[in-house]
């Protein structure tokens, strides 16, 4: 019966609300809950230093002799770059380089080839698994200083593939004992609107259930003015058959928006629930908080010099955005456990300029096995990096392997993910050559739960590419740095407007992708 309810209008409170005395609003706090870090990760200490402009997550020295001693082990195995500096060594502090002079890396990265060289002038098939990782050169489309080619999808465009890809790549015996379980099936809308109907975004919501003495969801309103409400992804911890139901009475929304409060129950009918507050939204400058998030183990070798000089292009690009954009930008990249670091931190910043050296400075190298730290890279930049209220937060997560899911002490992706909906924080993930059917999984997971797109970077052609991380909707391909720009703008310009339907009519391979 909802699906029956998607083509009427959006349902006003008034229509979703019981008869009956009203519960007196609560409302959000400001400051989210406390995001859980990882004082030890497989058993061992980590440790955190200032280097620079870099707040470093390492090993502790206490533990260096057992990493160096994993380290050491795996270096028969390590991909794209040979063994990482010993973790008890002294840490690396990031340089401040001019971008047109960056420092060496510190492990060989081989340069870049042709996809159609490396085949013969064929085109080259999509791999997965390690061996992907093991091709350094041979996935990336294009030579080394033309832009990087890439392909990208919106899976909140075409959900019901969407959930078609989740249900048969999700029981995949390589994905299954793996993902973390986000049944997202019954994905519901908030929006919260001013006192002249327009959309508010960065609203904070609270969806409580009374009859279990919780708050079931926290989330914060994207661009539009909405935010996505997973009734079973909330609840799917409680392991019961009312998981993801509507609970006796419904559930009360509680909204807080410039200062002022409003309160509705919600008993589940329809898909959107629209909540209005009594006060006007205040205009001015966009203010926009832009995180990269970066996997810099030795496989990323290949790409990771382009990937910087598109993430170059971007930043200089949105710079111009003018004077209605309060732009600022932060990073997090990370490796994984036996190299010099596990995460390294950007704080945000105004200065481009300077942020912009930084993130030149970095090299790739380490890795070890094929999965690597990116939980702990999404959990540093969803939870550790200084996101401001009421900003429009864009993360680009940007890697060629999935997550580790195997370390004791670490935070689960699907935390970070939900945590990032409780935010308002949109990711658009990217994938570079070589991702495997977890990794895609998992990518295609952060995008749609947080409402970003889907990018991967094109290797053979555009239709193989999309093919082989189970995309099989519309795609748009164009340069990397188009898309990511494209997103950008694409969140200032709909910042505090009403969603548009999306387009039946296909796009043309250079448009650009359009933000939701």
Known sequence: M????????????????????????????????????????????????????????????RDAEAAKGDALGSAGRRHGGGAAPPAGGPVPAPTTAAPSAPPPPTSPMPAPRDAAEADGGRSVAPASGADAKARPG?????????????????????FDAFLKFLAAWGDRPTTAPKHDVLDVSDRRFIAVVDAQGRPWPGA????????RDRVAWTATTYGDGRTPFYPRVADRDLRTALAGKAPSGGWVVEVEAGGAHASARWDGTGDVLTVPVA???????VPLDVAIVLDTTGSMGDEIDRIKATLASVVARVREAGPGVDLRFGAVVYRDLGDDYVTM???????????????????????????????QGLAEA???????????????????????????GDVPYGTSLVAAVGEGIRVHAVAASGLDDFGTLVFRQAAQLTRGKFVFIEYGDLAS??????????????????????????????????????????????AAPRGR
Not at 394 to 402: C, G, N, R, S, Y
């Open 345 to 375: 931190r950007h704080g945000f910043t105004g200065d481009v300029a300077a942020f912009q050296r930084a993130l030149t400075a970095v090299s790739a190298a380490g890795g070890g096995d094929y999965a690597e730290s990116m939980n």
């Open 382 to 408: 969803v939870g550790r990096l200084d996101w401001r209220a009421g900003a429009a937060k864009v993360a680009f997560l940007i890697a060629d392997a999935p997550p580790h899911t195997d370390y004791a």
């Open 465 to 510: 590419t999309a093919a082989s991380h189970g995309v099989g909707g519309r795609v748009q391909g164009n340069n990397l740095d188009d898309i990511l720009v494209g997103a950008l703008r694409a969140e200032i310009e709909g910042w505090g407007r009403a969603p548009t339907a999306p387009s039946t009519a296909p796009a043309p391979e250079s």
């Open 2 to 61: 909802r699906r029956a309810l998607r083509c009427l209008p959006l349902l006003l409170v008034a229509a979703c609300t019981r008869t009956g005395p009203q519960r007196k609003p609560n409302p959000p706090e400001g400051a989210p809950p406390a995001f859980p870090t990882s004082a030890t990760l497989a058993g061992r200490e980590i440790a955190t230093l200032d280097a620079g402009p870099w707040t470093v997550r390492r090993v502790a020295v």
């Open 279 to 285: 006060a006007t939204r205040p205009e001015g400058a």
């Open 138 to 158: 041979e996935t990336a489309r294009g030579r080394q200083g033309t832009p990087l080619r890439a392909g990208s999808t919106d899976d909140n465009e075409d």
């Open 204 to 211: 904070r919501v609270r969806v409580a259930d009374e009859s």
